[in-house]
């Protein structure tokens, strides 16, 4: 499918896939989408919850990055090491990630490295980007996920139900929640009921939760128990 960089409100960059008319974050701002869901309302109170220096992530839609980079920048500020696995069934090209302008918007001088080392990392391996933070990008589709117990976060990014209904589903949701450690988070921005009662059903404890700008309520599930 054809993609092109568009710039989103807050200035920062993403991919808009026009035969979809759907983009790789908010059209308000990918930047500001990806530190509210994933960072403000994932990750600082998992670690605030738990006290844990050490977090395994599992990204679902590496796409871009951005999720990535924001990530490690919050990770290091607060000296906690993170084991992040990126599935993607459809890599953004060298092309276009230079066409990305996120290290122009953040102004890290630091982050520049890494965002260029976690693109051209190789796929398949687990590498030690910097010290705290090792990625490992995995080429396959979300589908074939059957990792158990291993993540104690995952981003859930996939693209809108509205053009993949079928990533929405209880059978990608019960693999979510087995991949998982008990106590283990989702978040992610979506908020349609047809999606919190698919969580519902294999077993989260589901919050709704206020979204990022242009956006109401996002999700935030909870694994309680093994099932
Ligand atoms: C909303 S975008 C992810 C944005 C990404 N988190 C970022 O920060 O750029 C969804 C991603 O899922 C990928 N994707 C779509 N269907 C997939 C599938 N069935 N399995 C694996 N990846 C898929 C797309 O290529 C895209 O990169």
Not at 124 to 142: R, Y
Request: aromatic share 12%; no cysteine.
């Amino acid at each position: 499918m054809k993609r092109e960089i568009i710039i989103t409100g807050d200035g920062s960059s993403t991919i808009h896939i026009p035969e979809w008319n759907e983009q790789y974050h908010s059209k308000h701002g990918a930047l500001q989408e990806a530190k509210h869901v994933f960072i403000n309302t994932g990750l600082i109170p998992y670690i605030n919850d738990t006290n844990k220096t050490e977090i395994s992530i599992l990204e679902i839609g590496f796409g871009t990055g951005l999720n990535a980079l924001v990530t490690w920048e919050e990770a290091s500020a607060q000296n906690i090491s993170i084991k992040y696995t990126g599935v993607e069934a459809y890599p953004v090209a060298k092309e276009e990630v230079e066409k990305l302008n996120f290290i122009e918007v953040l102004k890290d001088p630091k982050a520049e490295f890494f965002f260029k080392d976690i693109h051209s990392s190789q796929w398949e391996v687990e590498m030690e980007i910097t010290a705290g933070f090792k990625l490992t990008k995995q080429k396959k589709f979300f589908q074939d996920i059957e990792d158990q117990k291993m993540y104690d976060l995952i981003y859930f990014d996939a693209f809108g139900a509205r053009v993949q209904p079928e990533l929405w589903s209880v059978q990608i949701f019960s693999k979510m929640y087995n991949a998982l450690k008990t106590n283990g988070v989702l978040v992610t921005y979506a908020a349609k009921g047809s999606v919190r009662r698919a969580m519902l059903e294999v077993g989260f404890v589901v919050e709704r939760l206020p979204g990022p700008p242009g956006k109401r309520e996002m999700l935030r599930a909870t694994k309680k128990l093994e099932i």
